[in-house]
């Protein structure tokens, strides 16, 4: 049965169309990419997935449950979380509140809300940072705090905006663990990214966007070949360079 | 505890002066303490309390002067209509998108908006305001008492409570709630908060307190006129929030207790010279806004940390 089915997702500002048309659908237990040159219209999708922006046409469905129209809140308490491509923790609060805010999706109770953070920062190696304030954390801890938080609510479908950005590549490969893990954990991701690497090792369906609509799909190294791709990113004279 | 105590047998070491201020010191406290729950906790730029604690003033006073009903019941009935009032004012902005500073003027106009129904209604007392109907001797149950001592009592009860009741929300879930909007709507409810209901549930808490607040004050001074919706009572309560510091515990009561009794004894001892104490009080302000920007509550904190860290540090050297 497929988790997340999205079809002919339209979205314009004005007269710039953002997305036009968009098709995508996800099984439960599977890894989506999401790639395409910047300004192509992938965090729009996003936004659109979660709820902070109300599509013009198309729908989206989420085991069989139309969420189009839903607050984001909602869509959260449905299982379907979103990260922010710029970190937005909470700038007063420690590193355990800031996950805590996550675990309360499912809880009431800040005791359990607090035990079920400490394993989430446990399982992402912030234990010995949990009362920090959010200052003094790196940019790559950050990053990590924004997926804990995620976690914490106990998600179905995490949507992964560019998690991998501005890591170095040993800290990229420690990620690509972290999400593989998450992912047999049973959640399904979908990730926008613009770190291939991260993408190709994980991922085993890509979409690709350009201009709003969707240029090519299927496994990572069929969809890096793709001529339609390697022009959208390259440019043409590349594409006539490699024909000759 | 120590503190309980102290604040309970001082009334009888005191003249009734030194009364008067702890009273206004308690009542801005409690008020402040009311404010910042809207204000602080949950980040809403909400600069109307007075509209909130003019309705609670006028409803108890002017149900007691109509229909003899009890103050106390009037504050009740104060307290659900100023809470009724502040979900509506905050709904409706909400419905039409009027954030940040745009909810503070909506919500400043408010309370002017306010002042001018009551300034030209005559069944509201008009410029005058109305005067409390005296009543022989003390009177528990029609909030009238000669002396100050009981109105010490109660306002330092409320404040009390005011402080019990943050302390208790604090540590529930919609306490966290209020914090992770003030410090990013979007961040929140993408982590599932449902933002409105969880703006709308402080709102109607702190509006329930202010408007009580009203009564109170309305009780103590044994009249209500339109200056109860003035901009003063909105600046004092939310500079006092702000010197002590903004969304924490105690922060307003701080700041209460620093700048109340600095604004009556100034006006007391330089009431002579006009304008001269405001003058004074306001370099005081800038003074405190300078070297404690984040406001004396939090200043103390870490000085509290450090000294313990200090004498921890130095018991284990020596040890």
């Not at chain 1, 675990?103 to 400490?118: C, M, Q, V, W």
């Not at chain 2, 001018?116 to 509201?124: G, Q, R």
Request: with cysteine.
């Amino acid at each position: 049965m497929d988790l997340l089915r999205i079809a002919n997702l339209t979205k314009k500002f004005g007269g710039l169309v953002a997305v036009n048309g968009f098709n995508l659908t996800l099984e439960k237990g599977e890894i989506g990419g999401l790639i395409g040159p910047n300004g192509a219209g992938k965090t729009t999708i996003f936004n659109l997935i979660s709820g902070y922006f109300k599509p013009d046409a198309g729908e989206i469905y989420f085991s069989e449950e139309n969420l189009v129209g839903l607050k984001p809140d909602k869509i959260c308490k449905k299982g379907v979380v979103r990260t922010f491509q710029i970190v937005k923790p909470f700038f007063n609060l420690t590193v355990l509140k800031n996950v805590m805010i996550g675990a309360f999706n499912r809880t009431d109770h800040p005791g359990i809300s607090e035990k079920r953070s400490l394993e989430v920062l446990e399982f992402l190696e912030l234990s010995d940072k949990k009362d920090y304030p959010i200052e003094s954390l790196t940019i790559v801890e950050r990053k990590r705090l924004e997926l804990a938080r995620s976690l914490a609510t106990q998600p179905q479908l995490l949507l992964l905006d560019e998690v991998a950005g501005g890591l170095n590549p040993s800290e990229v490969e420690d990620l690509i663990a972290i999400l593989r893990r998450i992912n047999k954990d049973g959640v399904t991701l979908l990730m926008i990214e613009h770190v291939m690497r991260t993408i190709a090792s994980l991922a085993n369906k890509i979409a690709v966007i350009n201009y709003g609509t969707k240029i090519s799909e299927g496994r990572p190294f069929e969809v890096l070949k793709d001529p339609n791709v390697v022009k959208a990113y390259l440019g043409e004279a590349y594409q006539i360079a490699e024909d000759k | 505890m120590v503190l309980l105590a102290f604040f309970l047998i001082l009334p009888l070491y005191l003249d009734a002066y030194f009364l008067h201020i702890m009273i206004m010191t308690f009542l801005f406290a409690y008020l402040s303490r009311s404010w910042d729950l809207i204000g602080g906790y949950t980040g809403q730029n909400f600069w109307g309390p007075s509209a909130i604690f003019g309705i609670g003033g006028y409803t108890s006073t002017l149900l007691f002067f109509y229909f003899k009903l009890s103050p106390w019941l009037g504050m009740l009935i104060g307290g659900i209509l100023g809470m009724i009032v502040g979900i509506l004012l905050c709904y409706v902005s909400s419905r039409f998108s009027v954030k940040g500073i745009y909810f503070g003027l909506a919500t400043l106009t408010f309370s002017q908006i306010c002042m001018t129904i009551v300034l030209n209604v005559d069944a509201f007392g008009g410029v005058n305001g109305v005067l409390l109907p005296l009543i022989k001797g003390n009177s528990l149950f029609q909030f009238q008492f000669h002396g100050k001592i009981p109105y010490y009592y109660i306002s330092f009860f409320m404040m009390v409570l005011s402080i019990y009741v943050m302390h208790y929300i604090e540590r529930t879930k919609s306490g966290y709630y209020y914090v992770a909007i003030r410090e990013d709507e979007d961040a929140a409810q993408a982590l599932g908060v449902d933002t409105l209901k969880y703006k709308l549930i402080p709102t109607g808490i702190g509006c329930f307190f202010l408007a009580m607040g009203g009564t109170l004050h309305a009780q103590y001074l044994l009249f209500v006129n339109p200056d109860f919706f003035g901009l003063p009572f909105t600046i004092e309560m939310i500079i006092r929030s702000i010197l002590g510091g903004v969304g924490t515990l105690f922060g307003p009561i701080i700041g209460s207790f620093i700048l109340t009794p600095l604004s009556e004894i100034s006006r007391g001892f330089l009431g002579g010279y006009r304008g001269v104490h405001m003058m004074i009080y306001g370099v005081i302000m800038i003074l405190f806004m300078l070297f404690l920007p984040r406001g004396v509550g939090t200043w103390l904190e870490k000085l509290y940390d450090y000294l313990e860290s200090f004498f921890e540090g130095k018991i284990r050297f020596s040890g």
